[in-house]
């Protein structure tokens, strides 16, 4: 097993820790092929109820090892690179699919540099917690590419479309502050209380009715490709769904008797 994506489960939160702090966490195939076991395995394990995703040592990722991409210029032509570039980007996109079919949340933590497909990968997340000494870039054009890793799909509808090129297009580096701003990070909190403020938000959403939780996620992410009549169809029948809970009786009595619901999960 490799180690280049720590995997913890702890109580109901689960992590997955990019872990390659000498190279800012770059990318790697062990870690994006961990990355996919790992997102199998708690997928249907009802006691995970929250995901944190995050960087060990002083970065959240890098993006890409640029410096292996180098060594590969010198031992292959183009048409070798566009077939062996092709494939791994498409080995990506399993993770990025189990990520968003989740039917828990997701939570980005980040420190440090975030850039390239590390950016991406966030904007893949449902939420996000940054440190102040956070920063940003999608980067991809400083090497002479344009971004993978679902980056120009999530960009756009978090962001907006104008600004969207102004991030990939110039490749500017921006702060924590910034990213908040442009609803990239849902809170900037101190780098000492990054894990602390994280998990507080993690374990608030594992209290919640799992189910409905999982059913809003859905409605959300399918939002942007349905029509108006489609999408109001797909509520009624979400909500339906949830009204046969035992966290949704628990909710409307709670709220009857004026007292705090105990969700279960179930």
Same mark, same amino acid.
Request: glycine share 8%; with cysteine.
């Given at each position: 097993?490799?180690?280049?994506?720590?995997?913890?489960?702890?109580?109901?939160?689960?992590?997955?820790?990019?872990?390659?702090?000498?190279?800012?966490?770059?990318?790697?195939?062990?870690?994006? $092929?961990?990355?996919?076991?790992?997102?199998?395995?708690?997928?249907?394990?009802?006691?995970?109820?929250?995901?944190?995703?995050?960087?060990?040592?002083?970065?959240?990722?890098?993006?890409?090892? #640029?410096?292996?991409?180098?060594?590969?210029? !010198?031992?292959?032509?183009?048409? *070798?690179?566009?077939?062996?570039?092709?494939?791994?980007?498409?080995?990506?996109?399993?993770?990025?699919?189990?990520?968003?079919?989740?039917?828990?949340?997701?939570?980005?933590?980040? $420190?440090?540099?975030?850039?390239?497909?590390?950016?991406?990968?966030?904007?893949?997340?449902?939420?996000?917690?940054?440190?102040?000494?956070?920063?940003?870039?999608?980067?991809?054009?400083?090497?002479?590419?344009?971004?993978?890793?679902?980056?120009?799909?999530?960009?756009?509808?978090?962001?907006?479309? !104008? !600004?969207?090129? *102004?991030?990939?297009?110039?490749?500017?580096?921006?702060?924590?502050?910034?990213? *908040?701003?442009?609803?990239? #990070?849902?809170?900037?909190?101190?780098?000492?209380?990054? @894990?602390? *403020?994280?998990?507080?938000?993690?374990?608030?959403?594992?209290?919640?009715?799992?189910?409905?939780?999982?059913?809003? !996620?859905?409605?959300?992410?399918?939002?942007?490709?349905?029509?108006?009549?489609?999408?109001?169809?797909?509520?009624?029948?979400?909500?339906?769904?949830?009204?046969?809970?035992?966290?949704? @009786?628990?909710?409307?009595? @709670?709220?009857?008797?004026?007292?705090?619901? $105990?969700?279960?999960?179930?």
């Amino acid at each position: 097993m490799t180690d280049h994506l720590l995997t913890e489960i702890d109580g109901p939160i689960a992590y997955a820790t990019f872990n390659r702090p000498e190279t800012r966490n770059a990318l790697s195939l062990e870690m994006r $092929q961990r990355m996919g076991e790992f997102l199998t395995e708690i997928e249907h394990d009802d006691s995970v109820r929250c995901l944190i995703l995050r960087g060990s040592g002083d970065h959240f990722m890098a993006g890409g090892d #640029v410096k292996s991409m180098a060594e590969i210029v !010198k031992t292959t032509t183009a048409a *070798e690179r566009r077939g062996m570039f092709e494939a791994r980007i498409h080995n990506l996109h399993p993770m990025i699919f189990a990520l968003r079919r989740l039917r828990k949340p997701v939570i980005g933590s980040v $420190q440090g540099g975030c850039a390239g497909a590390g950016l991406s990968f966030l904007l893949a997340c449902d939420m996000a917690v940054a440190a102040d000494n956070a920063f940003f870039t999608l980067a991809y054009i400083h090497i002479g590419t344009s971004p993978d890793a679902s980056g120009t799909f999530f960009l756009p509808r978090t962001v907006g479309m !104008k !600004k969207a090129m *102004e991030i990939a297009m110039l490749g500017d580096r921006f702060d924590a502050a910034t990213a *908040e701003s442009l609803g990239i #990070v849902n809170r900037v909190v101190p780098a000492d209380n990054l @894990a602390v *403020e994280t998990r507080a938000l993690a374990d608030r959403l594992a209290a919640g009715p799992a189910h409905a939780i999982g059913n809003t !996620k859905e409605l959300l992410n399918a939002s942007l490709g349905n029509s108006l009549e489609a999408h109001l169809a797909r509520e009624a029948e979400s909500f339906a769904d949830c009204s046969t809970t035992e966290d949704w @009786a628990e909710g409307v009595t @709670a709220f009857a008797e004026k007292r705090k619901p $105990q969700f279960k999960g179930r």
